[in-house]
T-cell receptor, first 113, second 112 residues
Framework: DGGITQSPKYLFRKEGQNVTLSCEQNLNHDAMYWYRQDPGQGLRLIYYSQIVNDFQKGDIAEGYSVSREKKESFPLTVTSAQKNPTAFYLC????????????FGSGTRLTVV | QQQVKQSPQSLIVQKGGISIINCAYENTAFDYFPWYQQFPGKGPALLIAIRPDVSEKKEGRFTISFNKSAKQFSLHIMDSQPGDSATYFCAASGDSGYALNFGKGTSLLVTP
């Protein structure tokens, strides 16, 4: 079945460590996105990519980094510069930006311990 | 800056009632308005979407009403069921190159 796979489902990080969240899709979608979800804040855009080897900052990119070396993959690194990383992270994809709905993964819950 | 404003933050409706969630936007370049449904611990799923060339779209018990002049759109859930209890997000995007801007969400509880 086509879809988006995020891993791991739960992730614990010590303060000062970088961690990478995985996002893989087999939908042949060009565009991929990372959102952060906090209670009462909705979904806030971290980064998005319209095509391989290209990505743009979203509203809250500080402390995060991404890469898009393959069409299927869009990993997100939460760096030690992100002051409040505990959140639910959602990856999504679409045929193209501004075109059609998104397919979301099941999310990764990151907790800083 | 919140580009899409959603209300109410939470909503309690009796089984069989109508649930209504409202959203407003500022950017007149937006031309795609989807609604997403999210259950706890899961990613959001596309429920229904509308473009500004129509004022209403209905899919089963779910209806989007769109008012272009007021820059508002709303989701109506008819005959609400306990299984509809979830968080609902409205969103908007514009020309190619725009990512979706989401509202802050509405937590809906449908009581038996």
């Amino acid at each position: 079945d086509g879809g988006i796979t995020q891993s791991p489902k739960y992730l614990f990080r010590k303060e000062g460590q970088n961690v990478t969240l995985s996002c893989e899709q087999n939908l042949n979608h060009d565009a991929m996105y990372w959102y952060r979800q906090d209670p009462g804040q909705g979904l806030r855009l971290i980064y998005y990519s319209q095509i391989v080897n290209d990505f743009q900052k979203g509203d809250i990119a500080e402390g995060y980094s991404v890469s898009r070396e393959k069409k299927e993959s869009f990993p997100l690194t939460v760096t030690s510069a992100q002051k409040n990383p505990t959140a639910f992270y959602l990856c999504a994809s679409s045929i193209a930006t501004g075109l059609g709905g998104y397919t979301f993964g099941s999310g990764t819950r990151l907790t800083v311990v | 800056q919140q580009q899409v404003k959603q209300s109410p933050q939470s909503l309690i409706v009796q089984k069989g009632g109508i649930s209504i969630i409202n959203c407003a936007y500022e950017n007149t370049a937006f031309d795609y308005f989807p609604w997403y449904q999210q259950f706890p611990g899961k990613g959001p799923a596309l429920l229904i979407a509308i473009r500004p060339d129509v004022s209403e779209k209905k899919e089963g018990r779910f209806t989007i009403s769109f008012n272009k002049s007021a820059k508002q759109f709303s989701l109506h859930i008819m005959d609400s069921q306990p299984g509809d209890s979830a968080t609902y997000f409205c969103a908007a995007s514009g020309d190619s190159g725009y990512a979706l801007n989401f509202g802050k969400g509405t937590s809906l509880l449908v009581t038996p």
